[in-house]
């Protein structure tokens, strides 16, 4: 599987995403996408499942060195304090010794950007994570924390899909060297309403959603994380690396809305708006 490979990074660009799922049935998935050849796998402190990836990670006898582990600071420990003691609970619950990419989840209007450049910093030469990035940073934002971490920013992940243009976030991040990992990548199940798209994938014997995982996945310095719990499902999300898109695709991809956000908390900074229809 291709790789980026960035700003310290050597990050399959297929991931398994794992929000709101949780124990038993999170090992589960995460043991079934590792045998099926996955080697990146995304959580977070606030998902509370990090200690059954951690356990996925140990049964599946896969090695430590052969799987990205991507996980992330909640927005209300953004203090040097807060930080070191939430990168300690990730380790102990993921029983790992390192983290290979570790983002602040959400900006915080309260927090001091500086401090928390400076710590993520700090864990990346201390050698307790990789790379360190950002997620949900729009481009005020991550062009000040890439300046601020000169040069060290690795990777800025948001939702993204085909219902979503996020043209200026990818284009900022291209300038600085940054990766782009999508979120939501499948938007969240909303794509069988789309005929167009469901032309496209009529055309290649696909599904909808394996045209616009690849669609992502074609871009340079994009990854995706789609969630899959089923076998059936991390299947279908690695097939779709075998598809070949072509210009009419692509075409008939950025004539879909572009201004579907499905992910907008209370919390969330001001986003930048739609640049274009982009394709």
Request: aromatic share 6%.
């Amino acid at each position: 599987m291709e790789r980026i490979t960035s700003g310290g990074l050597r990050m399959p660009k297929l991931g398994l995403g794992t929000w709101r799922m949780r124990g038993a049935a999170c090992q589960a998935a995460a043991e079934r996408a590792l045998e099926l050849g996955y080697r990146h796998v995304d959580t977070a402190q606030m998902y509370g499942n990090e200690d059954a990836v951690g356990a996925a990670l140990r049964a599946s006898g896969v090695a430590r060195d052969e799987v990205h582990v991507t996980s992330k600071v909640w927005h209300d420990r953004l203090t040097p304090a807060g930080m070191q003691r939430a990168l300690d609970e990730s380790l102990a619950a993921l029983g790992c010794d390192y983290l290979d990419l570790y983002l602040v989840h959400w900006p915080s209007p309260a927090m001091d950007l500086p401090r928390v450049v400076e710590t993520l910093v700090g864990f990346r030469a201390a050698g307790r994570v990789r790379a360190i990035g950002v997620s949900n940073f729009p481009v005020a934002l991550l062009r000040q924390a890439a300046a601020l971490a000169e040069g060290a920013i690795a990777c800025n992940q948001v939702e993204y899909h085909v219902l979503l243009d996020q043209s200026a976030v990818l284009e900022a991040a291209r300038a600085l060297g940054v990766a782009v990992v999508a979120y939501a990548p499948l938007a969240q199940g909303r794509l069988a309403d789309y005929p167009a798209l469901q032309r496209v994938a009529a055309k290649h014997g696909a599904t909808p959603a394996q045209v616009a995982l690849k669609w992502l996945l074609d871009q340079q310095g994009v990854g995706a994380i789609p969630k899959a719990a089923r076998a059936e499902s991390q299947r279908a999300n690695l097939e779709a690396l075998r598809l070949a898109l072509d210009d009419d695709d692509r075409a008939a991809i950025a004539g879909l809305p572009k201004d579907q956000r499905f992910v907008n908390p209370d919390w969330a900074p001001e986003w930048d708006p739609p640049q274009r229809r982009a394709g």
